[in-house]
């Protein structure tokens, strides 16, 4: 799939295809991706690839679409997979799929914008200069277009980069997240006064109850070892095999993860007399802390609640970020303080019947999605008035 594709007649712009993230410096990609949101960086994208995880085999071929500027270096980069199906993506197509190859159509392979196996939103069109985030889109239709494919999708966009999908002619669609906020709190318990009295107490019997008997450790940097993550492995399966029969990532990929992002990754433990029994994963960016993956091998109450949620609010707190972001679904997260936030998503479909239907679906889902919302931040536990 990899090969030189005309960006668009009008742009004068000519994109390629990659081969995967080996095919780029980490300084060239970083400098495209920038370093705020660690997703879209060199060092998480590789060591999917790297580790096995996100390669042709399992059904994500690395295809960036790249556009190189006049020095010769990448100037503009969609992370693009193909995809021959669509697990791993938590925005899901699978009606669409059904629908389109009920109809005679052939829907995969399909072209996806994205970080594999990660709800996280942040930039999907990755460019030195944001002028050429409109030939990069034209550039992505373009590779659509040329090879036949039924669709692109990119999914959970930075929210500034809808409008420059929605101008090229991208169907938009909606979903929602839980998001914690920090109002300028110095502490939890500042987190705390902000909370109807009764949310309040709750939480605190909440988190008494979760860690009696149990120490609770942050660990980053050189601080994780190999011990550790045998640990977590053990977690992350745990989970995994419960909520989608097959875990996405391998062991090898935390190894990397840790050695590749370093202080980024903070890894939080609750011990049982020295004894790991239950972890979360955590990324740092620049101004959010993103909730990744979880796991235990006992049954606590309320655990759960403590190391995603509240020790995460903790660790924003300490270290002044803007926003923690706990991963997809959830509904039980408002309760503990994290409200409803959209999120986005935009869909290329060059056929003409198969775009009509799809526009006509994520109309009414987005009105329900606001809908939603509205009634979710009437439910929020903080004080009202």
Known sequence: MTGTQQAGPETGFVARMAGGLADFSAADWDACAGTDNPFVGHAFLSALEDAGCAQPRTGWQPVPVVIDGPDGRPAAIAPAYAKSHSQGEYVFDHGWADAFERAGGQYYPKLQIAVPFSPVPGPRLLTRDPALRVP??????????????????????????????????????????????????????????????????????ER??????LDIVHLTGAAITEAHWDAFWLFYQDTGARKWGRPYLNRRFFSLLSERLGDRVLLMLALRDGVPIAGALNLVGADTLYGRYWGSTEDVPFLHFELCYYQAIDAAIARGLARVEAGAQGSHKLARGYAPAVTWSAHYIPDPGFRRAVAAYLDAERAAVAEDIEELDEMTPFKKG
């Open 136 to 205: 990069l889109v034209n550039a992505i239709a373009a590779v659509v277009d040329r090879l036949g494919l039924s669709s692109a999708h990119a999914t959970f966009v930075a929210e500034d980069e809808v409008a420059v999908f929605e101008a090229a002619g991208w169907l938009i669609r909606a979903d929602r997240q839980f998001h914690w906020t920090n109002d300028g709190y110095a502490s939890f318990d500042d987190f705390l006064a902000a909370l109807a009295s009764r949310k309040r107490k709750a939480i605190r019997k």
């Open 208 to 213: 008494a109850a979760a860690v009696q008997g």
